[in-house]
């Protein structure tokens, strides 16, 4: 079947410790960004956005942070539980012109 | 339904052969996406409709690649020859406006393996 995150970079964290998965974007023009989750065999699945002019945003469980000036973005899961183990992709809007992903990273959670 | 609906899930062709991949969109959205992922890579851009006009098509890798949405809602992606290099899951996104940046909601894909 689908292997999504076959050779992906890989965060490792025990069930109820908080998570943080990174991502760099290329492109100083972007103007919205949006994490998705995918599990195996799924399509990307939304989790949260935020826009250029924010630099932090919450949800449930989830914060992401933006630092315009360094072109990074981290996405914070807190007690992180076994049903978050999945492929995490950051994407960004550019020019409001087509949605581009990163690579992504895959989160396994432990027991 | 509610979401969007992609078919066939699995898809085996030999080397050679033309394949036609469906998308239904979730309905009333304008805009219409198609994505291919490769094994353990992330998606990446193929083609945008907003309703049956198609706006950007610069990520299809070849012109063996063709997709149309005749009527503004379902989208096909077909692939002529195919060749081992086409297999990935070919991902359908849709979203409600047809301008801006906004969320996508993907499908579960089609999954292409060519042999």
């Known amino acids: 079947g689908e292997s999504v995150g076959l050779h992906l970079p890989t965060l490792s964290v025990q069930e109820g410790d908080n998570s943080i998965i990174n991502c760099a974007y290329s492109?100083?023009?972007?103007?919205?960004f949006i994490w998705y989750k995918q599990e195996s065999g799924k399509g990307p699945q939304f989790i949260i956005d935020i826009r250029s002019n924010m630099d932090k945003r919450q949800g449930q469980r989830v914060t992401v942070l933006l630092n315009k000036t360094v072109k990074h973005l981290s996405l914070q899961i807190a007690a992180t539980q076994p049903g978050d183990s999945a492929v995490y992709f950051c994407a960004e809007w550019r020019l409001s012109d087509k949605l581009i992903f990163g690579t992504g990273t895959r989160l396994q959670v432990f027991p | 339904g509610a979401g969007v609906s992609q078919s066939p899930r699995y898809k085996v062709a030999k080397r050679g052969q033309d394949v036609a991949l469906r998308c239904d969109p979730i309905s009333g959205h304008v805009s219409l996406f198609w994505y291919q992922q490769a094994l353990g890579q992330g998606p990446e851009f193929l083609t945008y409709?907003?309703?049956?006009?198609?706006?950007?098509k610069s990520g299809l890798p070849s012109d063996r690649f063709f997709a149309e949405r005749p009527e503004g809602s379902v989208s096909t992606l077909k692939i002529q020859r195919t060749q081992q290099e086409d297999s990935a899951v070919y991902l359908c996104?849709?979203?409600?406006?047809?301008?801006?940046?906004?969320?996508?909601?993907f499908g579960a894909g089609s999954r292409l393996t060519v042999l």
């Open positions: 409709f907003q309703n049956e006009a198609q706006l950007d």
């Open positions: 996104a849709s979203s409600l406006y047809g301008t801006g940046a906004n969320v996508l909601t």
């Open positions: 492109n100083s023009a972007s103007d919205y």
